[in-house]
């Protein structure tokens, strides 16, 4: 490799762990202030609420980032789009019939809505759940992944693990940040007062959406022995971190039980699996 082109690739290689290194300590700062917001009233300037918004965009600005080492940008850019676009049309779809998640209203603390009744931040939530759930089912799958069926397992197990992300995050949006408030239903069970056709309704959704954006979530030219990627793993975790941390402050147990117990899982087949 000549001089010059080799010294331009060592330059761009230190610019972009530099970027990496203020974008980490940006999104540990949003994570720090939302879990010290959680036991301690902190009163911060600015719109009350900001950290955790800032902590959402940075979340989705890392995930998109982090899939870019593997695909183009433009592929990844319009997963997400259309991961917005559909879970946004089904959460208006839902505001107005009760189907598929169940009824519910949403809080006067979720910020700007789309439409008029769609938060701006649920299709950036659904973004950071699926993509990231992707992840970390192929960590799972890594001793897998030359099996004919992969890609179908791979869409089962990241919308397992979206449902998982989502009976984190319930009892922590609606009963610890009142994002929404779910109304009583006839059936006698439900979780932490959340109806279990809501996690029905996540499953579908998130079937159909995967069946449309994994096409172009696949690399047209894969690499035999890539390194397996940490990120997703670490982002879905944190989160479900910050759901358990958050439901102890309201004595939600069962969720915080339930919480510790998916993380511990989850992260023990995902590490077993990325030894391969």
Same mark, same amino acid.
């Given at each position: 490799? %000549?001089?010059?082109?080799?010294?331009?690739?060592?330059?761009?290689?230190?610019?972009?762990?530099?970027?990496? #290194?203020?974008?980490?300590?940006?999104?540990?700062?949003?994570?720090?202030? &939302?879990?010290? /917001?959680?036991?301690?009233?902190?009163?911060?300037?600015?719109?009350?609420?900001?950290?955790?918004?800032?902590?959402?965009?940075?979340?989705?600005?890392?995930? $998109?980032?982090?899939?870019?080492?593997?695909?183009?940008?433009?592929?990844?850019?319009?997963?997400?789009?259309? $991961?917005?676009?559909?879970? /946004?049309?089904?959460?208006?779809?839902?505001?107005?019939? /009760?189907?598929?998640?169940?009824?519910?209203?949403? /809080? =006067?603390?979720?910020?700007?809505?789309?439409?008029?009744?769609?938060?701006?931040?649920?299709? !950036?939530?659904?973004?950071?759940?699926?993509?990231?759930?992707? +992840?970390?089912? #192929?960590?799972?799958?890594?001793?897998?992944?030359?099996?004919?069926?992969?890609?179908?397992?791979?869409? +089962?197990?990241?919308?397992?693990?979206?449902?998982?992300?989502?009976?984190?995050? =319930? %009892?922590?949006?609606?009963?610890?940040?009142?994002?929404?408030?779910?109304?009583?239903?006839?059936?006698?069970?439900?979780?932490?007062?959340?109806?279990?056709?809501?996690?029905?309704?996540?499953? &579908?959704?998130?079937?159909?959406?995967?069946?449309?954006?994994?096409?172009?979530?696949?690399?047209?030219?894969?690499?035999?022995?890539?390194?397996? =990627?940490?990120?997703?793993?670490?982002?879905?975790? *944190?989160?479900?971190?910050?759901? *358990?941390?958050?439901? !102890?402050?309201?004595?939600?147990?069962?969720?915080?039980?339930? =919480?510790?117990?998916?993380?511990?899982?989850?992260?023990?087949?995902?590490?077993? +699996?990325?030894?391969?």
């Amino acid at each position: 490799m %000549p001089l010059k082109k080799r010294t331009g690739s060592i330059v761009i290689k230190k610019m972009a762990r530099g970027e990496r #290194r203020v974008f980490n300590a940006l999104f540990i700062t949003a994570y720090a202030l &939302v879990l010290a /917001g959680l036991w301690w009233p902190m009163s911060l300037p600015g719109k009350p609420g900001w950290p955790c918004a800032v902590l959402l965009v940075l979340a989705v600005v890392g995930t $998109i980032a982090a899939l870019t080492r593997h695909l183009p940008l433009q592929n990844i850019l319009l997963a997400a789009l259309a $991961i917005v676009l559909a879970s /946004g049309a089904v959460i208006w779809l839902d505001s107005k019939t /009760g189907i598929p998640f169940g009824q519910f209203t949403i /809080g =006067d603390n979720t910020g700007p809505k789309l439409l008029k009744v769609v938060p701006w931040a649920l299709p !950036a939530v659904w973004v950071v759940a699926i993509l990231n759930s992707r +992840g970390v089912a #192929r960590l799972i799958l890594r001793p897998w992944r030359k099996l004919h069926a992969y890609g179908f397992w791979l869409i +089962g197990v990241t919308a397992v693990l979206t449902v998982l992300f989502e009976l984190a995050l =319930d %009892p922590f949006a609606s009963q610890v940040k009142r994002y929404w408030y779910w109304e009583a239903t006839k059936l006698p069970v439900s979780w932490l007062g959340v109806p279990l056709v809501n996690f029905f309704g996540w499953l &579908v959704v998130t079937l159909l959406i995967l069946a449309f954006v994994t096409p172009v979530l696949i690399h047209k030219h894969p690499v035999h022995r890539r390194p397996p =990627d940490f990120h997703p793993l670490g982002i879905w975790l *944190g989160a479900v971190l910050l759901f *358990g941390l958050g439901a !102890a402050t309201r004595g939600l147990w069962p969720a915080v039980l339930l =919480d510790g117990t998916i993380g511990v899982v989850v992260a023990t087949f995902a590490l077993r +699996g990325a030894r391969w």
